[in-house]
């Protein structure tokens, strides 16, 4: 399959948010980190047929005082009746500044996926905006953010093409006792130049401790490109490994 022109663009752009990481950390002598390891599956076997999914999801943060980079990888895989039902993968890289010290701050991101069961062949995002904390406790987190976004799509038996949205996300966290935790995001984004075209995606997991840095962890993910009327829901069990440290 050839890559199209801004499809090579985004990657070179993730590539090069590595070593910006990396040279961003050398500013003073402590850094905090944050790595997220998602693992999640099913296997169905009847007379009729067997299925499986599989879901991986991998998250990497690094955080100053002003400015805090993340970046977001996940893969879905799924088969049915010895159907490929699912090969899903995502990326999305984001920068905030001043996150962490105000209630306004900035945001940006740089995104690229691809979904069979959404038809989607390759999507890519780029946009910048304003986020606004509601609440912003160790225990208590409600954050709305807006703001354009430049799309390339190219989905399954269609043309490519090219498209600015409007993104609006809601996103909340809730901790108890440090151990218990019920967070989501959902998202909007519309075509500001066709109604019709518009993408939610929604996120909402329930987790808690049970070993140091080992979580378990439920959630349920709902995704809709409406332009081809493609949707898929998933309720996921699994665990999740996580842990702090600095560098």
Known sequence: MLISQPLKTIIVCIILIIPLQKCFCQFT????????????GSINSTNDGNSFVFSNNFRFSVSKKKVTINTVNSYLYGMQSGELINNDF??????????????????GLLGLDKSISLQVDNRLQAGAGLGYHIF?????????????????????????????RNSFRLKFFISINGTTRLEGSTLVQNSLNNQNDYIINSNTGFSFLFFKWIRFNTSLVYNRVNINARENLLLNFGIIYERYFQY
């Open 29 to 40: 002598d402590t850094t905090p980190y944050y790595i997220n390891i998602n693992s999640n």
């Open 136 to 164: 912003n406790r160790e225990t208590l987190m409600v954050t709305i953010t807006d703001g354009p976004i430049y799309e390339y799509n190219d989905l399954f038996n269609r043309d490519a093409y090219q498209t600015v």
């Open 90 to 107: 995502s990326t999305m890289n984001d920068i905030n500044l001043f996150k962490s010290v105000r209630s306004v701050y900035y945001w």
